[in-house]
């Protein structure tokens, strides 16, 4: 019997896709719209230019974890088949530095634009990342044994914290 797509793309947990795709619009637009600061440059006010660092920062977490994950980097929470288990460079740290990079950059967005409403956007984005990280955990652990070790080491979004 023939898989469709639709039965292969909730296997993989699309699902938890289609749900991101309004959480990161959300995250982008909102400290937008409700924002004080109608100037986004120059930055004069020092939560702006602490935004401005934690957006870069955010990014380059971003992108290191999309350079370490390579041909394994999916949307999906479920991975992919025959993909290693990363525990260097940035996996070193966190258990999900994309995540983390994602809900940096979003938190520094919002107060870059000094937007309250954006904050409260995040924290909301975060419950759903932590939601979608420990789906995609579970899946880790029945395809790579060694997680569970893995996960006693390295905490999920901050280090030495959480």
Do not use: N
């Amino acid at each position: 019997m023939k898989t469709g797509w639709w039965q292969t793309f909730r296997a993989r947990g699309g699902g938890w896709v289609l749900v991101q795709l309004p959480v990161l619009l959300a995250l982008i637009v909102t400290p937008l719209k409700t924002g004080a600061a109608l100037v986004l440059w120059p930055a004069t006010h020092p939560l702006q230019i602490a935004g401005m660092l934690a957006v870069l920062v955010g990014i380059g977490l971003g992108l290191a974890s999309a350079l370490t994950l390579r041909r394994a980097l999916t949307p999906f929470p479920r991975p992919l088949a025959g993909a290693p288990l990363k525990q260097s460079g940035v996996y070193a740290w966190v258990r999900h530095p994309m995540y983390a990079g994602v809900l940096l950059a979003a938190l520094g967005w919002s107060a870059w634009c000094l937007s309250t409403a954006g904050v409260l956007v995040t924290l909301g984005a975060a419950v759903f990342f932590d939601r979608k990280a420990s789906r995609e955990e579970a899946w880790l652990t029945a395809h790579h044994p060694e997680y569970r070790a893995y996960c006693k080491r390295v905490k999920k979004f901050l280090p030495g914290i959480y």
